[in-house]
């Protein structure tokens, strides 16, 4: 078991960053793939970002690709996600989630996931 908590939102103007973190329980932190999905009221949640459990690989939404980067450090069991040039259309509540074990990863669905964390709301001002 994972417990994943999301820190780092709030509200911002248009054109501004933030760093979204992911801070997981647990001494295997390194063994988990790890991905960001958001979600906008009255919308279905998407894939935003994902990365391997190496930080090898990283997967990326075309919406967010070169705007957003994700990344993380193991030996903080955390992952973050900076957010740049945020647009008001980037407002959602963001959702960090964990697949552990081995097998096949889908990093783009949220199926791929089997934990999730309560999520941090992004409000992006325009």
């Known amino acids: 078991q994972v417990q994943l908590v999301e820190s780092g939102g709030g509200l911002v103007q248009a054109g501004g960053s933030l760093r979204l973190s992911c801070a997981a329980s647990?001494?295997?932190?390194?063994?988990?793939?790890m991905g960001w999905f958001r979600q906008a009221p009255g919308k279905e949640r998407e894939f935003v970002a994902a990365?391997?459990?190496?930080?090898?690989?990283?997967f990326y939404s075309d919406s967010v690709k070169g705007q957003f980067t994700i990344s993380r450090d193991n030996a903080k069991n955390t992952v973050y996600l900076q957010m740049n040039s945020l647009k008001p259309e980037d407002t959602a509540v963001y959702y960090c989630?964990?697949?552990?074990?081995?097998?096949?990863?889908?990093?783009?669905?949220?199926?791929?996931?089997?934990?999730w964390g309560q999520g941090t709301q992004v409000t992006v001002a325009s």
């Open positions: 989630a964990a697949k552990s074990g081995d097998g096949l990863w889908y990093p783009t669905s949220t199926n791929g996931y089997n934990y």
């Open positions: 647990g001494r295997t932190f390194s063994s988990y793939s």
């Open positions: 990365i391997a459990r190496s930080g090898g690989r990283t």
